[in-house]
């Protein structure tokens, strides 16, 4: 697979940050069922780890 560029990385990284702080919220105020809640945070730690495998984040050329 591909590498991400730095831009698109730090992008997932946020939106899955996000995400995951999103279902936080909500089933603080509602009521969510196990597998919605789960599956906000299974998205949300899926792209973190896809943002931290794929992204490109070197600075320095070797």
Known sequence: MKKITKRRA????????LVIA???ILSHFF???DFAEG???GIGIGLLLTSLIFGNFK????
């Open 10 to 17: 730090l992008i997932l990284l946020s939106i899955g940050m």
């Open 22 to 24: 999103t279902s936080q």
């Open 31 to 33: 009521t969510l069922t």
């Open 39 to 41: 599956s906000f945070i």
């Open 59 to 62: 600075t320095v050329p070797n």
